[in-house]
């Protein structure tokens, strides 16, 4: 027994080596820096505009940011309900939820959501899933919230009027992503007829199963699909609670629609949980729904303090708590 702790401590060792190692790659340390440098220059060019968003936060309906923190607790819930449905085996609840916790602290310190993703990958391994099946669920849990995302904004623009300001901005961006769509599609076609086809398609079929395995139990579809629109409309329900917190009249499906096409547009850039990338996204699409600059600055600090500043610490500490604890 008293040999049990190195073994599983080399063990940790070897499985976070190459997830820590692929974290260093230069061109995404260098794209994260060249972003958040934008990023302070654009701060420092709008200090006023910044000085006064900030003045306008300060006093801002309290019942509002109430609701918008209530929404973000319930996020953590959300997004634990979904990992659920994405795996056949029942996962422990209540770790589950503070591991969700521990990947959104993670989130906004690594980048591109590596760092969720490393701490859900662990988790599931902790629980017994091997690493490729833990893999798929994660994969499955990241089609789905984009799927979903996807609907949810294609409904808003059919059913929401007065919205074709918002139009011009996503008409170039659906371009774009379909030409890397067809880059993408190239890439596989080669990747299957060259020499690793049978690895590939072994992979693709142990995916497959697990899929339909998951699909084959009326509670984690609900769980999987559920859980992933409801953490969809609750990030959104936050951002929503701040513009009203601030007493602005803009529809609540406008600023709902201005956050699903901003976090879209910031999975482009890898910063760390969307730092520089999502704000900016988000005070463009927010201007574009008809805010004014400063109201939309507000309401991004509001959304960020909320969703990612207040929780930081107390989630770095859950994540060493289950580190310890060998949860993770």
């Known amino acids: 027994m008293t040999g049990a702790a190195p ?31 934008a990023v302070a220059w654009g701060l420092a060019a709008h200090r006023r505009t910044m000085d006064a ?42 770790r589950l939820v503070a591991a969700q916790f521990a990947a959104c602290a993670a ?14 990958l662990r988790f599931l391994t902790r629980c017994g899933l091997s690493t490729t099946r833990s893999a798929t669920a994660l994969a499955v849990k990241a089609a789905v919230g984009g799927l979903v995302r996807l609907a949810l904004a294609i409904l808003l623009l059919l059913t929401s009027p007065r919205v074709p300001s918002l139009s011009p901005a996503i008409s170039r961006p659906t371009l774009a992503q379909g030409a890397v769509g067809c880059v993408v599609l190239a890439v596989s076609a080669l990747i299957l007829y060259g020499p690793v086809r049978r690895r590939v398609r072994e992979a693709a079929r142990q995916a497959l199963a697990d899929v339909r395995a998951v699909h084959g139990k009326r509670s984690r ?30 529809p609540a499906e406008h600023v709902m629609l201005a956050y699903l096409l901003a976090s879209g547009a910031a999975v482009l850039l890898p910063t760390p949980g969307g730092l520089g990338s999502l704000d900016a996204a988000l005070v463009l699409t927010l201007t574009a729904a008809g ?10 600090f509001g959304y960020r303090f909320l969703t ?7 989630g770095l500490v859950v994540w060493g708590w289950m580190v310890r604890r060998s949860v993770l």
């Open 7 to 37: 073994v599983s401590g080399e063990r940790t060792a070897r499985a976070a080596g190459p997830a820590c190692r692929g974290l260093g790659r230069p061109w995404q340390l260098a794209v994260t820096v060249a972003v958040l440098a």
């Open 221 to 250: 579809v609900c769980a999987l699909w559920g859980g992933s629109l409801g953490f969809a409309l609750l990030h959104a329900a936050v951002l929503v609670a701040v513009v009203r917190a601030l007493d602005v009249s803009v």
């Open 107 to 120: 989130n906004h310190v690594l980048p591109a959501g590596v760092g969720a993703s490393l701490v859900n």
């Open 308 to 314: 990612a500043w207040l929780p930081l610490f107390p």
């Open 291 to 300: 805010t004014s600059g400063t109201v939309a600055l507000s309401a991004v």
């Open 53 to 94: 968003g900030a003045d306008q936060l300060a006093g801002a309906d309290r019942d509002w940011l109430l609701a918008a923190a209530a929404a973000t607790l319930a996020t953590w819930v959300c997004a634990a309900i979904t990992q659920q449905g994405a795996v056949v085996e029942r996962l422990p609840a209540r």
